[in-house]
């Protein structure tokens, strides 16, 4: 069973290999291409709030086989989190709950109401954390099951190291840290006396975690002095920018992510990440009873994964992935209790219901994107501009869609590729005015957001620079996006379809 799950959480993904590049993997890509590290910039040409550990694995996957490789990146992330949730449930309850675990993890990392195509930092660090949760079950037994001391700290550097190797993928990534430090300091405190981890073993399986732990750390932080980026830089690229962006996200605060938070919360109980974790939460008390230290590890988890989920700020339903290492350890915790307790036929019943939302969702996405029309706008609008663009013409895409810029085939001059970049570090377009100004300026510009967007007192200016050198050439579907060319420039049109009628 868990092996049936695995293959189809694998297969549930391959709809989406015939969707075209998603803007957060063009993205990416468009960075690991252009990678040059500087004492002030950790990519060089382009800025992305990402770890270099993602971007390198990004940039070897687009080596071996682009767009395509990725996915299929997506796919092996998406089989081994099934393996390992099931290995920490056989750890938990027994071999049975460990069938069901697996059942539950493939459901719902393979729902479309999360994202079932693109892959990105969230999905490729989830058999970090979900393996790392395992090996600190398996370095933390006691009695019978206690592993031989060499073994478990093996054990326990690999989960140390499985964890913080997560924070690569991407920086919120903490729950298999949280979950780890929590377990061994509740094994230790919590619980009878003569079922407790003894306090010299923590300490020993402790100091082998951080020892793993650190092992990632100190390899970022040699890349960082060996390429010459500034620590700072470092630091702030992949943190420190995390706060400034919330800033600007809370006072621009709008309707639309008031709905995006609206319809997060809905896509989380039709892919059953509610239900499933809504179940330990009400059955929590119970289950601290029987199983202190383990419940009181998952609960911790789960609590930091949603603070992280909701200080991300924009609600985006890739989120929602944080969640899924909490709801397999939640649906483990209930299982165990078998059909013969009200909790574990509820969770059966919870993960049926999971399953069955999964493949509705799956032949829905299929017929309405794959069988119907195509909804790309986008990918066809890159498209069109490469195939009127010349060789060295440029392109700068006004509110940050990577897709159009990768599928064109060129380069932009500006180096913000994401809108909530470009409004955190250019937020009066000082940046994007003077590259417009200047002799490097892109040859055309995708005005994919209006200028006005955000109410950005700086849009008049920036629509008077743009309008001084610049014309419209097209418009995608009537009332869509501008396409802008430069008027030095003499470029075909590009024809841009609204409707091709297939995707792919």
């Keep these: 069973m868990v092996a049936a799950a695995a293959g189809a959480a694998a297969l549930l993904r391959f709809p989406g290999h015939f969707w075209p590049v998603r803007p957060d993997e063009a993205g990416f890509i468009l960075v690991a291409r252009a990678w040059r590290p500087e004492p002030t910039s950790m990519y060089g040409p382009y800025f992305v709030d990402r770890p270099p550990p993602l971007i390198a694995l990004v940039g070897l996957l687009d080596h071996l086989g682009g767009v395509t490789a990725l996915r299929a990146a997506g796919a092996v992330a998406a089989v ?35 994202d079932s195509v693109a892959v990105k930092g969230e999905l490729l660090g989830l058999p970090l954390v979900m393996g790392s949760c395992w090996l600190a079950l398996l370095a933390s037994r006691t009695g019978a099951e206690e592993p031989p001391p ?41 619980g009878p006396r003569d079922a407790r981890l003894p306090g010299p073993r923590a300490v020993r399986l402790g100091g082998a975690a951080v020892a793993g732990a650190a092992v990632p750390v100190v390899a970022t932080v040699a890349w960082a002095l060996a390429a010459g980026v500034r620590l700072r830089t470092l630091w702030y690229d992949v943190y ?22 609206l319809e997060l919360l809905s896509y989380a109980v039709v892919a059953g990440v509610v239900l499933l974790i809504g179940g330990f939460v009400v059955h929590a008390r119970d289950e601290w009873r029987d199983r202190p ?18 200080l991300g700020g924009s609600f985006w339903r890739a989120y929602l992935f944080t969640l899924v290492p909490g709801s397999a350890l939640s649906a483990a915790m209930l299982v165990r209790r078998g059909r013969t307790s009200k909790r574990g036929v509820a969770m059966r019943a919870v993960i049926v219901a ?10 829905a996405w299929v017929a309405v994107n794959v069988v119907g029309p195509d909804r790309a706008q986008e990918a066809r ?25 990768l599928l064109s085939g060129m380069a932009s001059p500006y180096r913000h590729l994401w809108s909530l970049p470009m409004r955190t570090l250019d937020p009066d377009y000082r940046e994007l005015r003077s590259v417009v100004d200047s002799a490097a300026a892109p040859t055309w510009i995708v005005e994919q957001s209006w200028f006005g967007s955000w109410g ?29 060319l430069r008027d030095d420039a003499d470029r075909p049109s590009p024809q841009i379809p609204c409707d091709a009628g297939v995707a792919g």
């Design 80 to 114: 081994l989190l099934v393996v390992a949730a099931a290995g920490c449930a056989r750890v938990v309850a027994g071999e049975r709950a460990s069938a069901w675990t697996a059942v539950a993890t493939a459901a719902v990392v393979s729902n479309t109401a999360i």
């Design 150 to 190: 060499a073994r478990a700290l093996v054990q326990a550097a690999a989960a140390g190291f499985l964890a913080a190797a997560a924070l690569g993928m991407k920086q919120n990534l903490v729950g298999g840290l949280v979950f780890g430090a929590v377990l061994l300091v509740a094994s230790a405190t919590l």
């Design 293 to 310: 230290a383990l419940t009181t590890a998952i609960a911790v988890m789960i609590a930091v994964d949603v603070v992280a989920l909701l």
């Design 381 to 405: 609008t890159g498209e069109a501009l490469a195939d009127v663009a010349e060789p060295g013409d440029t392109l700068v895409v006004f509110g940050g869609r990577a897709d159009i810029q």
């Design 354 to 363: 999971s399953v069955v939302s999964c493949v509705v969702a799956s032949a």
């Design 240 to 261: 420190g920018f995390r706060s400034d962006a919330f800033a600007v996200i809370a006072e621009y605060s709008s309707e639309a992510n008031e709905v995006r938070f």
């Design 456 to 484: 950005n007192p700086a849009a008049p200016v920036l629509f008077a620079d743009v309008d001084a050198r610049y014309r419209v050439v097209a418009q995608v579907c009537g009332d869509g996006a501008r396409v802008w």
